[in-house]
């Protein structure tokens, strides 16, 4: 009898107990849902800030990657100067529309899947909480990369099109998908994915791992939780730089492969196309064309896309915040 009424007992306290947890999934839900549209928000807006800043340099590396033309800073300047005269000052943008289409999808998944890998990398390694040590971290950033270039590839193919043609050739973005699809096949929107997928794992991964490294180093050698946004902007732009200069043969390779259609080329395979390039321009010249404007304009971009996420992000949690407290 006594361990009836001990088991008896038990079997309230479980009745007691059980209704509290869920109690608190709805809310845990909430925050949920709340931290990967904040995620979401900031990383769109992060992406379209720092792509729209340094459209014409990006527009002018581009159009030198996919010719044969020897780049130098002064042939880059002339071409900028050419630009501006020829089609006025807005086409220097030119592209950056289709640009805004796959940057701000792109970003937002990005930066999301960031944080929800690092969850997961965390609750996977034990370090629920804490910063991931280095190799989870450059894991977290390669897939938060493969995934928005898997999910937004067509969209950059349609970017570089529009970047390289005269605006006569394609009248918008839809105008280019459609034109694509006709002409040359639906399959030649994925023209030059294998090398941005290979390019985007040690790009994503080094700028994320960079960034993030460089953070908590600040934060374990200045006892400040949180670096200051000129800090964030510098963290940014060396995670520009690593990710940038390691990937950027690929880079080359992908722009050569989308942009063969119109361009008078055919690029059957990443090999095929580098073993051209080089036999034309050679090692340096060919594959490592517009590396130095990449240096001027990488480390901008990124170290802008980093810190409008992370000042966009403690911005809405603070208004979260405060609505919950008028609440």
Same mark, same amino acid.
């Given at each position: 009898?006594?361990?009836?009424?001990?088991?008896?007992?038990?079997?309230?306290?479980?009745?007691?107990?059980?209704?509290?947890?869920?109690?608190?999934?709805?809310?845990?839900?909430?925050?949920?849902?709340?931290?990967? @549209?904040?995620?979401?928000?900031?990383?769109?807006?992060?992406?379209?800030?720092?792509?729209?800043?340094?459209?014409?340099?990006?527009?002018?590396?581009?159009?030198?990657?996919?010719?044969?033309?020897?780049?130098?800073?002064?042939?880059?300047?002339?071409?900028?100067?050419?630009?501006?005269?020829?089609?006025?000052? +807005?086409?220097? +943008?030119?592209?950056?529309?289709?640009?805004?289409?796959?940057?701000?999808?792109?970003?937002?998944?990005?930066?999301?899947?960031?944080?929800? *890998?690092?969850?997961?990398?965390? !609750?996977?390694?034990?370090?629920?909480?804490?910063?991931?040590?280095?190799?989870?971290?450059?894991?977290?950033?390669?897939?938060?990369?493969?995934?928005?270039?898997? =999910?937004?590839?067509?969209?950059?193919?349609?970017?570089?099109?529009?970047?390289?043609?005269?605006?006569?050739?394609?009248?918008?973005? %839809? #105008?280019?998908?459609?034109?694509? !699809?006709?002409?040359?096949?639906?399959?030649? $929107?994925?023209?030059?994915?294998?090398?941005?997928? $290979?390019?985007?794992?040690? *790009?994503?991964?080094?700028?994320?791992?960079? *960034?993030?490294? @460089?953070?908590? =180093? #600040?934060?374990? #050698?200045?006892?400040?939780?949180?670096?200051?946004?000129?800090?964030?902007? $510098?963290?940014?732009?060396?995670?520009?730089?690593?990710?940038?200069?390691?990937? *950027?043969?690929?880079?080359?390779?992908?722009?050569?492969?989308?942009?063969?259609?119109? &361009?008078? #080329?055919?690029?059957?395979?990443? @090999? $095929?196309? &580098?073993?051209?390039?080089?036999?034309?321009?050679?090692?340096?010249?060919? =594959?490592?064309?517009?590396?130095?404007?990449? +240096?001027?304009?990488?480390?901008?971009? %990124?170290?802008?896309?980093?810190?409008?996420?992370?000042?966009?992000?403690? =911005?809405?949690?603070? @208004?979260?915040?405060?609505?919950? %407290?008028?609440?």
């Amino acid at each position: 009898m006594g361990n009836g009424v001990r088991e008896g007992q038990g079997d309230f306290k479980r009745q007691d107990a059980e209704p509290v947890p869920s109690a608190h999934l709805p809310a845990e839900g909430n925050q949920e849902k709340k931290k990967v @549209l904040n995620s979401l928000m900031s990383g769109a807006l992060a992406g379209a800030v720092a792509k729209t800043a340094v459209a014409p340099l990006d527009r002018t590396k581009i159009m030198f990657q996919v010719s044969s033309k020897r780049f130098s800073a002064k042939e880059a300047y002339r071409l900028i100067y050419r630009t501006y005269l020829n089609e006025g000052f +807005w086409s220097l +943008w030119r592209g950056n529309s289709a640009t805004m289409v796959r940057v701000i999808p792109y970003a937002a998944i990005q930066f999301c899947a960031h944080e929800e *890998y690092k969850q997961l990398l965390g !609750s996977y390694y034990g370090f629920q909480g804490k910063a991931l040590t280095p190799f989870p971290r450059f894991i977290a950033g390669s897939l938060a990369g493969t995934t928005a270039a898997m =999910l937004t590839y067509p969209l950059d193919m349609v970017r570089a099109r529009m970047a390289v043609t005269p605006k006569e050739m394609y009248s918008n973005i %839809v #105008h280019v998908f459609i034109r694509i !699809s006709r002409e040359e096949g639906l399959k030649t $929107l994925y023209r030059g994915f294998t090398p941005t997928i $290979l390019g985007v794992i040690p *790009y994503a991964g080094l700028s994320f791992f960079t *960034y993030e490294t @460089l953070k908590k =180093l #600040h934060a374990d #050698h200045s006892g400040k939780s949180q670096p200051s946004p000129p800090e964030r902007l $510098l963290f940014g732009a060396c995670a520009g730089l690593i990710g940038q200069s390691a990937s *950027y043969p690929l880079d080359v390779v992908r722009r050569r492969m989308q942009t063969a259609g119109v &361009m008078g #080329h055919t690029y059957s395979s990443i @090999l $095929l196309t &580098m073993q051209e390039i080089i036999r034309e321009e050679g090692l340096i010249r060919g =594959l490592y064309k517009g590396l130095s404007m990449n +240096w001027v304009k990488g480390p901008i971009a %990124v170290g802008i896309s980093f810190t409008t996420f992370d000042l966009t992000q403690i =911005l809405l949690r603070k @208004l979260q915040h405060g609505t919950n %407290v008028e609440r």
